[in-house]
C-alpha cells in the first residue's frame, strides 16, 4: 500500500485521531513514517477532500453526494 492508503486505514480505524494517535497506529502496523511524510500525507488527503481535519483531530469526510440524491428524488 502506499503512503495514502495507510493513513486512510489508520483513521478508518480509529475514528477520529491525532496526528499522534494516526503515528502510533503506524508504528504498531510496522509502518512508520517520518514526521513530514506523516504531515504532507494528511495534508494531500484534506486536500483531496477525503479527510476532515479540524483543531488538530482528523476525521473521514462526509459523503456529499446523498444530499443532492434526496433533492432529485423529492424534486427538493
Known sequence: MDRKAWVM???EALRFASFKDIE???D???????KKELMDTL???VEEGKLEEKEG???LARKKGSGEAFKKLFGE
Open 43 to 45: 495534508k494531500a488527503l
Open 24 to 26: 502510533r497506529y503506524l
Open 28 to 34: 504498531d502496523e510496522g509502518e512508520p513514517f517520518s
Open 9 to 11: 486505514r489508520a483513521v
Open 57 to 59: 483531530t482528523y476525521r
